[in-house]
């Protein structure tokens, strides 16, 4: 098994990619585990928030190599589908999901943090979509996320260059919230999902949802989409329980929906 999968107690799952002999790089057994442990993590009524980090010196190295050499024309199309339903699994869960970039996130672990919703680096981390060193271009979504995130121009520098670029590059053009000292990132990212998983569950899933189906709308119409989201919370009992925690000076009991 190269996916760890564990709960670690309020609230929170954490997926460990666990192949470092190899660097954590994905080949088609390590793409179908992280499938189910996302599967399994979105249907688990006691996780709120998922953490994804890697073993060793690597968070994910990317694709593996050798499993895409002699591909056929035919076969790279159905591997590059693959690996983006693997990680549009990410995208989509209703979730959220912290990416703790523990060291090497190139190629395909570059693709793998951009669904995630915040991505925090450890000082070691390095980025990059080395692809075209190899002949090859971003196939796991790189394409189509990373210039939604960090802006084209510094997407086609990455993408057209293939360089490296260190935890401090990353923070500074918007691709990694915070970088943290390496001893400290689990501790870190466990500590702010623990903070979420304790807000109303509900109002962290529409706020995730507000946001990224928002980005691909009109202002008019996001605006729109705000307030039917905000409505719908009303049908729930959060919006009550929440306000009266705050009122009565103690924690929120959330229950599910």
Known sequence: ????????????????????????????????EMADAINRVENDCDASVLVITGTGRAFIAGADIAHMKDLSPEEAKAWSETGQKT?????????????????????????????CDIRIASEKAVFGQPEVKLGMIAGFGGTQRLPRLVGPGMAKEMLFTGDHYDAGAAQRMGLVNHVVPAHELLTFCLDMAKRIAARGPRAVQLSKEAVDRGLDLELPKALALESELYGSLFCTDEPCEGCGAFLEKREPKWTSD
């Open 1 to 32: 098994m190269y996916i760890q999968l564990q709960n670690t107690g309020d609230g929170v799952a954490l997926l460990t990619v666990n192949r470092p002999e190899a660097l954590n790089a994905m080949n088609a057994t390590v793409l179908q």
């Open 87 to 115: 990680v549009g699994l990410l995208a989509s869960m209703k979730k959220p999901v912290i990416a703790a970039i523990n060291g090497y996130a190139l190629g395909g672990g570059t693709e793998l943090a951009l669904a």
